[in-house]
């Protein structure tokens, strides 16, 4: 069956501090690859997206993602994280545009 | 601001009771698709439609239906409520006959059943 898992429920980073949050698919072929972020209250927001070709995608908010297909890995990462970017992030698939299939999320917390 | 509305925001209804909740695409869109967000299911998809037709369907109840209609904008109807029905509920639309396959996401309607 196919599916999206996101290894880490909670995850606590310094302001300031490196980011990265770790998405693993199962999926028959190579899907199509998102990270959303929710904050409280508020709906889904598209960070950004891999369909193909170059494996390092950049999104908004200065997030970038790498694809690795040995892995079956789609990672978020952010350089330098700030004190905004507390939220829940999703990773999410689909074959070809069709249902987002979602992870279980990870709760971002961002220490001053 | 995705482009992407939901009305209401919040509903408070009732065991027993029916609810319409209703979704505009973004302008040109022909994809729609509802999404149910609870914290014991996570995100779960439930149907999508595509320019007034069903396309595909996910773990969506037979209490609950959906449909698009010539304007593009979609309801989704949930019947004889039950307290595990209280979530939040996403609608989301896409451009994908014109090649574009993220979607983007309205601000939820939080259901809330008493």
């Known amino acids: 069956a196919q599916s999206v898992t996101q290894p880490d429920i909670h995850i606590t980073v310094s302001e300031g501090a490196s980011l990265e949050l770790r998405c693993n698919y199962s999926y028959g072929a190579t899907p199509y690859l998102f990270w959303y972020v929710q904050s409280p209250g508020q709906g889904l927001q598209l960070l950004l997206k891999y369909f193909s070709g170059d494996t390092l995608v950049q999104g908004i908010k200065g997030f970038e993602a790498e694809f690795k297909r040995s892995q079956s890995s789609f990672n978020l990462r952010k350089p330098s994280v700030h004190w905004s970017d507390a939220a829940e992030y999703f990773c999410a698939a689909s074959n070809q545009g069709g249902k987002l299939i979602f992870g279980q999320g990870t709760e971002l917390s961002v220490k001053p | 601001d995705s482009g992407v509305t939901q009305t209401p925001k919040h509903l408070i209804t009732a065991t027993g009771q029916r609810v319409t909740l209703r979704c505009s695409p973004r302008?040109?869109?022909?994809?729609v698709y509802w999404y149910q967000q609870s914290l014991d299911q996570g995100l779960q998809f439930l149907i999508q439609y595509y320019n007034g037709e069903e396309r595909a369907k996910g773990n969506i109840l037979e209490r609950f239906s959906a449909q698009q209609f010539p304007d593009l904008h979609s309801e989704l109807n949930l019947s004889s409520l039950e307290l595990g029905d209280s979530a939040l509920y996403f609608c989301?639309?896409?451009?994908?006959?014109?090649?574009?396959?993220?979607?983007?996401f309205g601000p939820g309607t939080r259901l809330t059943v008493t």
């Open positions: 989301a639309s896409s451009a994908r006959d014109r090649g574009t396959y993220e979607q983007y």
């Open positions: 302008s040109g869109d022909l994809s």
